[in-house]
């Protein structure tokens, strides 16, 4: 499979605790996004990478949400602190610099923070 | 302001028959692009067309196409020969910016969520 894969699918996690979320994109795209997603919304830019650079950040991204991309392959999305409200889909997704084409998606990691 | 708006939050269809997804988009960027996901219960988020602001005609992708009318900021899904397995959300979302700038953003809508019934 050559498409954009996300880990874990689920986490459930309590109120407080760290989580960390992986993405591979797809492997010669650059660019490299987080969204998140809440029930009956659209998703919600977080931040996005062109190879390890951070580009971009969304003032959603609080001080507790960290993203790193050090290779310029794999991305991680780490929340620390997690409170009730950061229950969400994030969403990964991938493209290739400098073309026209769509950003392809992974299919999200749900998390659940009781 | 929202820069993308869907005004439907539901709609049905009967398999076979044609069906018209709203959106407008709000941009006083001249270079933008726009594109429809279609996001079935599974979660995973599927491209189905893109339109860029400069492109001359509406895109057509198979059985979708883009009603693009710039002048009136809205850029309208349209199915044809609806599907059983057409049923899903459906999201229209715009990128501000040329190609290749750093605005790599999408603005996304809140969605329609489509049934097709038999």
């Known amino acids: 499979d050559t498409g954009v894969s996300q880990n874990p699918r689920h986490k459930i996690t309590k109120r407080g605790q760290n989580v960390t979320f992986r993405c591979d994109p797809i492997s010669e795209h650059n660019r490299l996004y987080w969204y998140r997603q809440t029930l009956g919304q659209g998703p919600e830019f977080l931040t996005y990478?062109?190879?390890?650079?951070?580009?971009?950040k969304s003032r959603l991204l609080s001080d507790r949400f960290s993203a790193e991309r050090p290779k310029g392959s794999f991305s991680t999305l780490e929340i620390q602190r997690t409170e009730q409200g950061d229950s969400a889909m994030y969403l990964c997704?991938?493209?290739?610099?400098?073309?026209?084409?769509?950003?392809?998606f992974g299919q999200g990691t749900r998390l659940t923070v009781v | 302001a929202q820069k993308i708006t869907q005004t439907q939050p539901g709609m049905f269809v009967q398999e076979k028959e044609a069906v018209t997804l709203d959106c407008t988009y709000d941009?006083?960027?001249?270079?933008?692009?726009l594109f429809w996901y279609k996001q079935p219960s599974s979660g995973e988020m599927i491209f189905l067309i893109y339109q860029g602001s400069y492109d001359q005609q509406n895109a057509t992708e198979g059985r979708y196409s883009l009603n693009f009318q710039k002048a009136r900021k809205s850029a309208n899904l349209v199915i044809s020969a609806s599907q059983l397995g057409d049923s899903a959300m459906y999201f229209c979302a715009m990128r501000e910016g040329r190609e290749g700038s750093t605005l790599g953003r999408l603005y996304f809508g809140r969605g329609t969520q489509l049934t097709v019934w038999p």
């Open positions: 941009t006083s960027d001249p270079s933008y692009g």
């Open positions: 990478f062109q190879n390890e650079a951070q580009l971009e």
């Open positions: 997704a991938s493209s290739l610099y400098g073309t026209n084409t769509e950003a392809f």
